[in-house]
Nanobody, 126 residues
Framework: QVQLVESGGGLVQAGGSLRLSCAAS????????MGWFRQAPGKEREFVAA????????AYADSVKGRFTISRDNAKNTAYLQMNSLKPEDTADYYC???????????????????WGQGTQVTVSS
Protein backbone atom coordinates (compact mmCIF):
# COMPACT_ATOMS: atom_id res chain seq x y z
CA GLN A 1 0.00 0.00 0.00
CA VAL A 2 1.37 3.37 -1.03
CA GLN A 3 1.37 6.12 1.55
CA LEU A 4 1.68 9.77 0.64
CA VAL A 5 2.46 12.51 3.12
CA GLU A 6 2.27 16.17 2.18
CA SER A 7 4.14 18.94 3.95
CA GLY A 8 5.10 22.56 3.43
CA GLY A 9 1.75 24.26 3.72
CA GLY A 10 1.18 27.34 5.83
CA LEU A 11 0.16 30.96 5.92
CA VAL A 12 1.72 33.35 3.42
CA GLN A 13 0.97 36.84 2.16
CA ALA A 14 -0.20 37.43 -1.37
CA GLY A 15 2.75 37.48 -3.73
CA GLY A 16 4.71 35.08 -1.58
CA SER A 17 5.91 31.55 -2.22
CA LEU A 18 5.59 28.10 -0.73
CA ARG A 19 7.03 24.74 -1.65
CA LEU A 20 4.91 21.70 -1.00
CA SER A 21 6.45 18.25 -0.72
CA CYS A 22 4.85 14.84 -1.09
CA ALA A 23 6.83 11.96 0.36
CA ALA A 24 5.88 8.48 -0.84
CA SER A 25 6.48 5.13 0.81
CA UNK A 26 5.34 1.56 0.40
CA UNK A 27 5.40 1.40 -3.37
CA UNK A 28 7.49 1.99 -6.48
CA UNK A 29 7.34 5.76 -6.67
CA UNK A 30 9.26 5.96 -9.93
CA UNK A 31 6.47 4.09 -11.73
CA UNK A 32 3.67 6.46 -10.76
CA UNK A 33 2.45 9.62 -12.34
CA MET A 34 1.94 12.18 -9.60
CA GLY A 35 -0.64 14.89 -9.30
CA TRP A 36 -1.49 17.82 -7.07
CA PHE A 37 -5.07 18.80 -6.42
CA ARG A 38 -6.67 21.35 -4.14
CA GLN A 39 -9.99 21.86 -2.44
CA ALA A 40 -11.22 25.14 -1.05
CA PRO A 41 -14.02 25.30 1.53
CA GLY A 42 -17.37 24.70 -0.12
CA LYS A 43 -15.83 23.83 -3.46
CA GLU A 44 -15.04 20.65 -5.32
CA ARG A 45 -11.55 19.25 -5.52
CA GLU A 46 -9.76 20.64 -8.55
CA PHE A 47 -6.70 19.75 -10.55
CA VAL A 48 -3.57 21.83 -10.03
CA ALA A 49 -0.65 20.05 -11.70
CA ALA A 50 0.61 16.62 -12.68
CA UNK A 51 3.89 15.06 -13.71
CA UNK A 52 4.66 11.83 -15.50
CA UNK A 53 6.58 8.99 -13.85
CA UNK A 54 9.78 10.01 -15.60
CA UNK A 55 9.30 13.72 -15.05
CA UNK A 56 9.34 14.25 -18.78
CA UNK A 57 5.77 15.44 -19.13
CA UNK A 58 3.67 17.71 -16.98
CA ALA A 59 0.34 19.48 -17.02
CA TYR A 60 -1.03 22.53 -15.24
CA ALA A 61 -4.38 24.10 -14.58
CA ASP A 62 -4.74 27.39 -16.41
CA SER A 63 -5.19 29.18 -13.09
CA VAL A 64 -1.68 28.27 -11.91
CA LYS A 65 0.26 28.09 -15.17
CA GLY A 66 3.34 30.28 -15.02
CA ARG A 67 3.20 30.53 -11.23
CA PHE A 68 3.41 26.92 -10.03
CA THR A 69 5.99 24.30 -10.96
CA ILE A 70 5.66 20.58 -10.36
CA SER A 71 8.75 18.41 -10.08
CA ARG A 72 9.86 15.10 -8.66
CA ASP A 73 12.95 13.37 -7.36
CA ASN A 74 12.59 9.64 -7.87
CA ALA A 75 15.72 8.95 -5.84
CA LYS A 76 14.04 10.58 -2.85
CA ASN A 77 10.53 9.25 -3.56
CA THR A 78 9.25 12.80 -3.37
CA ALA A 79 7.17 15.10 -5.53
CA TYR A 80 7.14 18.87 -5.16
CA LEU A 81 4.94 21.80 -5.98
CA GLN A 82 6.69 25.15 -6.05
CA MET A 83 4.11 27.90 -5.73
CA ASN A 84 5.10 31.47 -6.55
CA SER A 85 3.13 34.70 -6.80
CA LEU A 86 0.47 33.26 -4.57
CA LYS A 87 -2.99 34.79 -4.60
CA PRO A 88 -5.77 34.66 -2.00
CA GLU A 89 -7.75 32.46 -4.39
CA ASP A 90 -5.01 29.82 -4.06
CA THR A 91 -6.15 29.25 -0.47
CA ALA A 92 -7.15 25.59 -0.14
CA ASP A 93 -6.16 22.21 1.18
CA TYR A 94 -3.60 20.72 -1.21
CA TYR A 95 -3.42 17.01 -1.87
CA CYS A 96 -0.92 14.91 -3.72
CA UNK A 97 -1.95 11.73 -5.47
CA UNK A 98 -0.34 8.80 -7.29
CA UNK A 99 -1.57 7.19 -10.49
CA UNK A 100 -0.41 3.62 -11.07
CA UNK A 101 -1.36 3.58 -14.72
CA UNK A 102 1.63 5.69 -15.84
CA UNK A 103 0.08 6.77 -19.10
CA UNK A 104 1.85 8.87 -21.70
CA UNK A 105 0.30 12.08 -20.40
CA UNK A 106 -0.32 12.61 -16.67
CA UNK A 107 -4.00 12.80 -15.86
CA UNK A 108 -6.00 15.84 -14.77
CA UNK A 109 -8.83 13.74 -13.39
CA UNK A 110 -8.88 12.81 -9.69
CA UNK A 111 -10.73 9.61 -10.46
CA UNK A 112 -7.66 8.29 -12.28
CA UNK A 113 -5.51 8.47 -9.15
CA UNK A 114 -5.17 5.48 -6.89
CA UNK A 115 -3.51 6.85 -3.77
CA TRP A 116 -3.99 10.12 -1.92
CA GLY A 117 -2.28 11.98 0.87
CA GLN A 118 -4.03 13.56 3.81
CA GLY A 119 -3.56 17.11 2.56
CA THR A 120 -1.74 20.22 3.69
CA GLN A 121 -3.38 23.58 4.21
CA VAL A 122 -2.31 26.66 2.30
CA THR A 123 -3.67 30.05 3.30
CA VAL A 124 -2.84 33.18 1.33
CA SER A 125 -3.70 36.47 2.98
CA SER A 126 -4.42 39.61 1.02
Amino acid sequence: QVQLVESGGGLVQAGGSLRLSCAASGGTFSRYDMGWFRQAPGKEREFVAAISWSGGRNAYADSVKGRFTISRDNAKNTAYLQMNSLKPEDTADYYCAADRSSTFTPSRYPGNYDYWGQGTQVTVSS
